[in-house]
Structures are given as C-alpha cells and as structure tokens.
C-alpha cells in the first residue's frame, strides 16, 4: 500500500512494533491535587524506559475524590517493566522513596492482575515493629506511622503479564515549533485513553533510537536515517521539507489500550493539519524482529 494522504498530512505506509511487558498500577491520594500529582511525579522520575531506568512509568489518570478509596484527590500510577522480579524492585523502590516520604499521601492497589505484588507489606517494616494491620472490606491495609500521622498503604497490588510496551508513532514537520506542538496535542490526547502512558518527559521524545551502535556496550545510539541534521551524509529517511522528528512513545495495560492511544493521538496530529504541525506521520520498527505486537498507520487512521 503506497503512503497516503489525510487532511494533507503523508501517513507512511509502516508499522509500529511493540513487546510485551510486565506492568502493574498504584493509586495515590493526598489532602489536595497537588500533593497527589507531587508523589505521583516523583516516582516517575527517571523512568523513560527500561534501557537505562529500570521501567518505565507515568501517570496514568487523575482521579477526582469520588474515584479514589479513601475520597481524596488522586492519581493512578502504571510501571511497566520486562520481568516481574525487576518490577517488584522498581515498585517498591519507588513506592518506600517518593511516596511514603510525601506530606498526607496514601497508597492504594491500582489493578486487579492476574497475580500480586508486594506493596505495604514490604514497605511496614519501615514502621519498626509500631505499624497496625488493617483488615476492610476484604482489602488488606498497612497503617505506618510517620511524622505527619500515618501512611496507610495497601498490602499487595496487582501485577499483569498483558502489558504492551512500544507502541510507537512519529510527528515529522517543517520545523522543531511546529513538531512540538503536534507532539504536545497527540500527548493531550492520549492522556484521555486509560490505560496507557507515556513515558518521556512530557510524553515525548526527541532521541529515537535504533538497536546497538558502532561503540561497545551501546544497548542502542542515535538513530541517523531520522536525524535532520545528518540528511546528505547518510541514507536519509527524511525529505527536504522535514527538519525536525518528534516520537511518542506508548506502554498499555493491554494491547488494545496501546491501539486505542495510537489512534487518539494520531487523530489529532491529523485534525491539527500540516501548516500548525505535521506534514507527515511515520513509526518505528525492526522489521518484525523485535516483538509480536504490530500496529499498521493505515489501521490507525481516524
């Protein structure tokens, strides 16, 4: 199928290429927004992906007080990682740091899954023998004592084997403005599909990469046929209209939470139209080597 055209944005013919991933959810609540989003965004920090974080993770979805366990502002929290034992340590790592230490948060299981994780039952000993079991509902709970009262978290969470990560898709415009502002309303639009995060600051990413390097050791380096600056010195997969490429980079709970962000987010790229953003749409893959899970432009389509 040749590349197409909508709304006078080129939609290559290509596909993203995703793997499948470990991933698990927290909800956290605070007094107010601000403390919720101030925990959440902590322990999300450097987690843009498992090549040299550990996981990834972000924040899924705000969570209004009448969506949350204890009626207090909120956010749901997605960690993905490539294996269980690793996302146990991510999480609860990221947990004991940034969100027990943070002024009136809570902590609450965010996902059913098909399997549990340690959560307050890791993370009591930090009470020293004064922490409280809590039993509600069915619902095991932790109450820690800390300086501003007490940290109520749940004993387990749930871990799912369903998760898809790198769903993928390029903005690709006249120049570097231009991208970024298509980027940011795919990024917008996105953050309305549950489910699914993105992990890169802000939920975009600028260094899209290909496997490996010409150095030692490099798990992955710069990937030159996308680099503007380079076209005319290497093969190029750019034209002469394209001076800068933005990526948005997808993990889902499932692999129809990742089809659906897609989607969402090409869609308004593509109602955003070529002379404010785009002037094309592209994916990355590896030619069908590197995972299972593949998502053709042309299905993706609004």
Known sequence: ???????????????????????????????????????????????????????????????????????????????????????????????????????GSACFAGLEGSAALKLGSALRYFGDGWQISKKIGGRHFWRVPVMDGEFLCE??????????????????????????LAAEVAVAAIGLVPGAIVPFPGGIARSGSKIGGKYKGMIA??????????????????????????????????????????RAGIKAVIELGPKRGAVRISAGNYGGKLGKFIYSLKDMLP
């Open 155 to 180: 004993a387990t969470t749930g871990l799912t084997k369903a998760a898809v990560g790198g769903g993928n898709f390029f903005v690709m415009a006249e120049t570097s403005a231009r991208a970024l």
């Open 221 to 262: 380096s710069a990937n030159e046929a996308y680099a503007p600056t380079l076209r005319g010195v290497v093969r190029s997969e750019l034209g002469a209209d394209i001076n800068a490429v933005l990526e948005i980079v997808i993990d889902g709970e499932t692999n129809d939470a990742v089809a659906a962000a897609m």
């Open 1 to 103: 199928m040749p590349n197409v055209s909508v709304n006078g944005i080129v939609i290559d013919d290509t596909f993203a290429e995703a793997f499948g991933m470990r991933a698990t959810a927290i909800i956290i609540t605070a007094p107010n927004r601000k403390w919720a989003r101030q925990a959440a965004v902590t322990m999300t920090g450097f987690a843009t992906s498992v090549i040299g974080c550990g996981c990834e993770a972000a924040i899924d979805v705000e969570l209004p007080p009448s969506a949350t366990p204890d009626g207090r502002p909120g956010c749901r929290v997605m960690i993905f990682a490539m294996g269980t034992d690793e996302l146990q340590k991510q999480l609860l790592n990221r947990v004991g740091q940034c969100v027990l230490t943070s002024p």
